[in-house]
């Protein structure tokens, strides 16, 4: 071997130098839970720990393996052992925050991984970056627990970030008010009154369910839950329920929502249901001193008056009615523009009372006429030839 090829040789066997803060390329030659061997051709191998090798907690056999390559920096060149302790964690993070840092300027969206919930705020994971994002700026809302982002990516904007202090603020409500804002101009460029829709139940009060359509809330007031009497929303609704109504009116950025669709409207087929003669069952629904609301069926009560109550003469509807009680009457009056309709208990108990006597009165007739059946069959006319005849018979004749 010439000595121009050994020279060359020995130029090609001999170790990188390397320094504190130098950015390395390597090759994985052994992988342990909680270091990683790496060949960097220097005199001694380069040791990367899982500290060193992210900031969230990681066991080393399932992120690398052998011969994988390995681009980090050099953060002592003698850990005290004779090997080189090198970072891949603050590769990864200088990138990253180049990365937040062209974020910033143009006002692009980031994501993250929340790591941490704090009282201030929460602590997000950007590649290896830090980004804070305070309570206030975490929603559009006020936040009580926030512990429940702690797992989840998230997506915001960078708001403020000084590079020297290493100091990176996220803003997640800016973004979500911007994204609400474009949601809601979609929303109602495409909606109109009368229209269907679907929403989930985003909120249920006393008054009644507010409803996501996706960009806005509408309100289903209790009035519009059903063209019956609805006493307690949160008996039929609860979050998260899928609802299908239609947009009753609009007015600006209020919707007004509505179940009581009009092709199941009772008052439909009311006056034929309810013609007056018509005996019917409802139940009680409340009471006032003038007479008791009963229910027909859901979306239609009739009155009844308290002078229709009884035959006699009655105080007031609670002294002899309850409510929820089940009644039957018979209709007296049917007013459908008005969608009223009267009932009357005394007019059904005179039918019955006349019905009852017209069958005693058939009862007694049928009786009558049997009774003289019988008497004329008792007192039958003998002519008096046959009687004289019957007379002078003989005794032994027979």
Not at 105 to 121: F, H, I, L, R
Not at 171 to 200: C, D, H, M, P
Not at 243 to 265: R, Y
Not at 365 to 388: F, K, N, R
Request: charged share 30%.
């Amino acid at each position: 071997m010439s000595e121009e090829n050994f020279e060359q040789m020995l130029q090609e066997e001999t170790p990188v130098s390397i320094h504190p803060g130098q950015i390395v390329e390597g090759r994985v030659i052994e992988v342990k839970p909680d270091e990683i061997v790496v060949n960097i051709n220097y005199k001694s191998d380069g040791i990367v720990t899982a500290s060193e090798y992210s900031n969230t907690p990681v066991d080393l056999t399932e992120a690398v393996k052998v011969d994988d390559a390995i681009t980090a920096k050099v953060i002592k060149v003698n850990d005290g052992e004779g090997q080189v302790l090198l970072s891949v964690k603050k590769v990864k993070a200088e990138k990253a925050y180049d990365a937040l840092e062209e974020s910033f300027n143009n006002g692009s969206v980031v994501k993250g991984t929340v790591t941490q919930a704090m009282p201030g705020g929460l602590s997000v994971s950007v590649e290896e970056c830090r980004v804070f994002i305070p309570a206030s700026l975490v929603s559009d809302t006020y936040e009580k627990n926030l512990e429940k982002y702690v797992g989840q990516e998230v997506e915001f904007i960078i708001t403020e970030f000084n590079p020297h202090k290493r100091r990176v603020i996220g803003n997640r409500k800016q973004l979500i008010i911007s994204q609400k804002k474009e949601a809601a101009e979609a929303l109602f460029s495409r909606i109109e009154v009368g229209q269907t829709v679907e929403g989930s139940v985003k909120n249920v009060t006393d008054f009644g369910a507010f409803i996501d359509l996706g960009g806005a809330d509408g309100l289903l007031h209790i009035s519009e839950m059903s063209w019956g009497r609805v006493e307690n929303p949160k008996k039929i609704f609860k979050v998260g329920d899928m609802v299908k109504c239609f947009i009753k009116s609009i007015d600006g950025e209020k919707i007004a929502l509505s179940l009581k669709f009009d092709d199941q409207n009772p008052w439909l087929t009311a006056e034929e249901k309810y013609a007056i003669g018509t005996v019917v069952t409802g139940r009680v629904a409340r009471m006032t001193d003038f007479g008791a609301f009963i229910v027909l069926e859901p979306g239609i009560d009739a009155l009844l008056h308290v002078s229709q109550i009884s035959s006699e003469h009655v105080e007031k509807p609670s002294d002899v009615l309850k409510t929820g009680e089940t009644i039957t009457a018979k209709v007296v009056d049917f007013k459908g523009p008005e969608k009223k309709i009267s009932l009357s208990i005394k007019a059904l108990l005179k039918d019955l009372d006349a019905e009852e006597a017209a069958a005693e009165e058939t009862e007694a007739e049928a009786e009558s006429v049997a009774s003289a059946g019988d008497e004329e069959a008792e007192t039958i006319a003998v002519p008096e030839e046959v009687a004289e005849a019957v007379e002078e018979a003989p005794a032994d004749a027979e």
